[in-house]
């Protein structure tokens, strides 16, 4: 069930406006691409990003609801050490997340909140990188992103750029995980210098290495819950 301060705050902006914002970020970070030289990081250890795409439709309204989550990175480099006390961090945090928002399959794709206690996937990710930026973590380092799961449903989840590769932060993982150890495609996720832009991952690049068993509604932990489209 969605919390009240859900109903009273959620922004709803008209699907003309929203469409025309995210083509908007797309042909602004198209630009910025250009002007960068390159298209992301390379090598098995990191996700890689192609060309500048449209963003979720969600994201978009998700910019206009907390203008402050999508600012142009300025807060550090683009990768953290991944030392032993940043992998406890990204672990505690995990857990904390994936244990205090109750899993809610009736909850649409359009309302990604810092705020409800009961939800999906988007709410899980957004909170996570909220919790992270105020740890320290440099906003460039955060990034949100969308996979296809095995059972072909959208889901999005965390991505923390490190030293050592990309980990995933997921409502499906009980653990912080290297992005090769997950059998998803990788479809896109937000650009490390402008958060309000988000870039392609080659396609839907895939690893196929094992999984743990679960659904996008749910977590670690009690993801017994059937999932209804993209809300994972």
Request: glycine share 10%; net charge positive.
């Amino acid at each position: 069930m969605v919390s009240p301060i859900d109903r009273e705050t959620t922004v709803k902006p008209s699907t003309g406006l929203a469409f025309v914002l995210a083509a908007l970020f797309v042909s602004m970070g198209a630009a910025a691409a250009t002007e960068r030289g390159g298209h992301g990081s390379s090598g098995a250890m990191f996700l890689p990003e192609g060309d500048t795409t449209i963003a979720p439709m969600a994201f978009v309204a998700f910019c206009m609801r907390y203008q402050n989550q999508c600012l142009d990175s300025s807060n550090g480099g683009r990768v953290i050490q991944l030392t032993e006390s940043r992998l406890a961090e990204m672990r505690a945090v995990n857990k904390a997340v994936n244990s205090r928002i109750a899993p809610d399959a009736s909850k649409g794709g359009d309302n990604w909140s810092l705020e409800t206690r009961s939800g999906n996937c988007n709410d899980y990710a957004v909170q996570k990188r909220d919790e992270l930026s105020r740890l320290g973590y440099p906003a460039s380092a955060l990034s949100l992103a969308i996979v296809m799961t095995r059972a072909g449903q959208g889901h999005l989840v965390l991505t923390v750029r490190t030293d050592a590769g990309d980990y995933v932060l997921d409502n499906l993982q009980g653990s912080v995980l290297p992005w090769t150890a997950l059998n998803y495609s990788w479809l896109k996720r937000q650009s490390a210098e402008r958060p309000r832009y988000w870039v392609d991952l080659n396609g839907g690049v895939r690893v196929s290495t094992a999984m743990a068993g679960g659904n996008a509604v749910g977590t670690a932990s009690g993801a017994s819950r059937k999932r209804r489209g993209f809300a994972g």
